[in-house]
């Protein structure tokens, strides 16, 4: 059996990290291989690897490398299949291995998650997956609200253990919260381009540029979750059987949280530098708690964003994958 998902560990010991994607893909009942080899020390090995990979059909690799973590990267250049990077913390915090792998220059996509957080690549892959599979989006759905009772039963553990004279034990207890009740529009497109303000109306046409070129329908939307809540999760609501969102977003880059709260679908998160240059965007987009990722390409990268898309899509869609293919390997300078 091919299997749907590469893992690719650029030296045995970030064995650890790779454990916590290996826990979620056998959850999620995905077949995943494992290998290691170095982007700088057996460059050839992940070259034939990846080739090989994904002319056998492998649908999703994922990179997991510290330092200067450049094998995603590496892995992304020699495929047109979605690559998944998962900084480790080597030095400095894993800071350096999570620029090396966000920081790609178009078309050489890699969209990226938190420092050593291979449960939500694997999660990532897993909603890639199910953008074709229905038998893996009921299983994502089912380690969605895992997460979601890690957290309830956390508060209740939290609470029983709280003595003070004055604590209110009892205030608000056992509330049925109200759940969003989705309302799907029949006509949404495979991709929403979802952005906080209009600021971010240059990197959001520069995905759409790229979105027409491969023939993937859009819809591009200027909507925030701060200024318009109750808005926000409406129209969410209704926009939830898209295949993909991408989030774009700047300072605390609150969209792509909001996002990823609202849907089990790929979120593919876009930072601005609009203060700091863009890093605080950068940082909490890539940096998600575990269950809710979101596939954090380089700060202003819209097109990368876009190229990601099209390598999700092109799983199951010759179309768009051929246009990809077209793109990425013929006319880079578009």
């Not at 954090?296 to 092109?314: F, H, K, P, S």
């Amino acid at each position: 059996m091919v299997p749907k998902v590469m893992i690719i560990l650029g030296s045995a010991s970030d064995k650890e990290i790779a454990e916590k994607s290996i826990k979620i893909l056998e959850k999620l009942q995905i077949p995943y291989s494992l290998k290691v080899a170095s982007a700088h020390r057996t460059h050839d090995k992940v070259k034939k690897l990846v080739i090989d990979a994904t002319n056998l059909g492998v649908e999703v690799f994922i990179g997991i490398a510290g330092l200067a973590a450049h094998l995603p990267g590496a892995i992304a250049a020699y495929t047109h299949r979605p690559v998944i990077g998962v900084p480790v913390d080597g030095a400095i915090g894993g800071l350096d291995a999570l620029y090396a792998c966000v920081q790609m220059p178009f078309p050489t996509a890699v969209t990226t998650v938190g420092i050593n957080r291979g449960d939500n690549a694997a999660i990532l892959a897993g909603e890639i997956i199910a953008s074709y599979d229905d038998a893996v989006k009921e299983r994502i759905s089912d380690l969605r609200l895992e997460y979601q009772e890690k957290v309830e039963s956390g508060e209740k553990e939290l609470i029983e253990s709280i003595e003070g004279e004055f604590f209110q034990k009892d205030f608000l207890t056992g509330e049925n919260y109200e759940k969003i009740e989705f309302k799907e529009l029949p006509d949404t497109p495979d991709v929403i381009i979802l952005a906080g303000s209009y600021s971010d109306m240059e990197i959001s046409k520069n995905v759409a540029i790229l979105l027409e070129r491969m023939q993937i329908e859009y819809k591009l939307d200027y909507i925030s979750p701060i200024r318009h809540a109750k808005d926000f999760e409406s129209y969410m609501s209704k926009r939830n059987n898209a295949k993909l969102f991408i989030a774009i977003s700047g300072l605390s880059a609150l969209v792509a949280g909001s996002v990823v709260a609202l849907t089990e679908k790929p979120v593919i998160g876009v930072p601005c530098s609009k203060k700091l240059d863009g890093q605080d965007a950068l940082l909490t987009m890539a940096n998600m708690p575990p269950g809710v990722p979101v596939g954090t390409v380089g700060i202003d990268n819209g097109r990368n964003a876009a190229i990601v898309a099209g390598e999700i899509l092109g799983i199951s869609n010759k179309t768009i994958e051929e246009n990809l293919k077209w793109i990425k390997y013929e006319n880079a300078d578009l």
